[in-house]
């Protein structure tokens, strides 16, 4: 019976099921018929297969050609299934061997020519493979991302010919280890931003330590050209680098969004800073065929959202569930996907619309409409609020001491962060309530401190859990057991939205 069943992964958000391609040759007129929920990118494959196996110089049999790719409930799309079904056609048709096709997986899309094109999504199959223990073949510009998992078993190829060539025996297919010395990874970019290069704001880089130590959400506040937006370009470089597993499921999320991660930069804490006329549905996902958003694509890094006053209110109301949870449920007719979104929101914005509130041409009403574009649950979600004031008369001119760099920085943040993880597992800014307060380390008399002070501010109960998670991070800095009352003080100290907020509605 000619008749053959070859291996594929399909692409649902950062999962990769199994897809079996089953092939059968049957007598009768000649037709192609592909079946199992195939979306249109995949029922063009029929034309780039017979096309392809034409010019790669094979037979296309002149038969009844039925294809199903199974399980026939699970949608297909995109051009992933190109090379397992032509691989079918021609096990199938008895050109090329099937004896140890059960324990092969295939993935890539034909050009008409035969030559092998690279599939967006292919780093959650190559981990799927790997844990099936099967030898994967895949595009050969794919291969950073077999680089990212260190998978052995995985074949590059380039050419449907040079794929027969393998299957018949006759000549051997690029892997990890025998790369051809002609690929070349492009140079690694040596930019370095760090914190020594900005000018005063010593509250502003403190609260950004504070941030980077505890994991906690950041608004800084300012006049335009204090530095915000140099400030939050400089937050990478405190963060300590990416564990290999959190590495793993940051880039299964870039490749889902058909983004590449070089293995130079795999370690490196993603940094996303989307422009302020994006769509709810670019921030936090969607679509049709559901992808991942800007806040998935800064899972475990930084959201840096510059403006965030000029952002429809209702995209950033859809950031507040998120930032609870650390995952986004996008639910759609065909599917329903999960994508892990625990980022770091930082954000900058200016006092008022014209700019400053010292000297300024709006109104209180009128600065008052702009700051409650931000509503109130959402200002809750910010641990820090900061002032960035402009800089003293002379500050740029005169000569300047030297101040500590990134990596001095860095190197605190990374002991108060390990302090943090030895106590309770997690950083501050994840901490529950109740682990909140078995190692927030506040004395009952500092508790009802802190409590007075967040009444007389007008604060919500998150706040006040809040202000104790950020003094707890100011205690880990200084290397402290316990948490005194000048760290809460100082906790209190940044909340400059209350304070300005504050100051309008006495006008």
Known sequence: MAIACVNTRACCGVEAPKVTVEVHLSNGLPAFNLVGLPETSVREAKERVRSALINAGFEMPQRRITINLAPAD?????????????????????????????????IGELALSGQIRPCAGILP??????????????????????????YQHCYFVSHLQHLAAFMHGQSELPRLDNLPQWIEDEPEDDRYLCMSEVIGQHQAKHALEIAAAGGHNMLMLGPPGTGKSMLANRIIP????????????????????????KPHNFLNRPFRAPHHTCSSISLVGGGSHPKPGEISLAHRGILFLDEIAEFPRK????????????????????????????????????????????????????????????????????????????????????????????????????????????RSGVLNSELSPKQLKQHSGISQNDLAFLEQSVVKLGLSVRSFHRIQR?????????????????????ALGYRAMDRLLASLSRQ
Do not use: W
């Not at 949608?75 to 059960?102: C, M, T």
């Not at 190559?126 to 990212?148: G, V, W």
């Not at 609020?385 to 500590?404: F, M």
């Open 74 to 106: 699970l949608p297909k799309q995109g051009g992933r299934y190109d090379l397992p079904i032509a691989i079918g056609i021609l096990a199938a048709s008895g050109q090329i061997p099937s004896q140890h096709l059960n324990q092969y997986e295939f």
């Open 125 to 150: 199959a190559i981990i799927a493979a790997k844990s099936q223990h099967h030898h994967l073949f895949m595009p050969l510009d794919n291969r950073y991302e077999a680089e990212l998992v260190g």
């Open 238 to 261: 405190l963060m300590p680098k990416l564990s290999y597993e959190e590495a793993i499921e940051v880039a299964a999320i870039h490749s889902v969004a058909a983004l590449t991660i």
């Open 315 to 422: 995209v950033l109301d859809c950031l507040r569930e998120p930032m609870e949870t650390g995952e986004v449920v996008i639910s759609r007719a065909a599917a329903k996907l999960t994508f892990s979104s625990r980022f770091q929101l930082i954000a900058a914005m200016n006092p008022s619309p014209c700019g400053d509130t010292e000297h300024a041409r709006a109104t209180p009403d009128q600065i008052m409409r702009y700051l409650s574009r931000l509503s109130g649950p959402f200002l809750d979600r910010f641990d820090l609020t900061i002032d960035v004031p402009k800089l003293p008369a002379g500050s740029l001119t005169q000569n300047h001491t030297a101040t500590e760099t990134s990596a001095t920085i860095a190197k605190r943040v990374q002991l108060a962060r390990d302090l943090q993880l030895q």
């Open 470 to 490: 950020v003094a707890r991070s100011i205690a880990d800095l200084q290397n402290s057991v316990n948490t005194d009352r000048s760290h809460i003080a100082q």
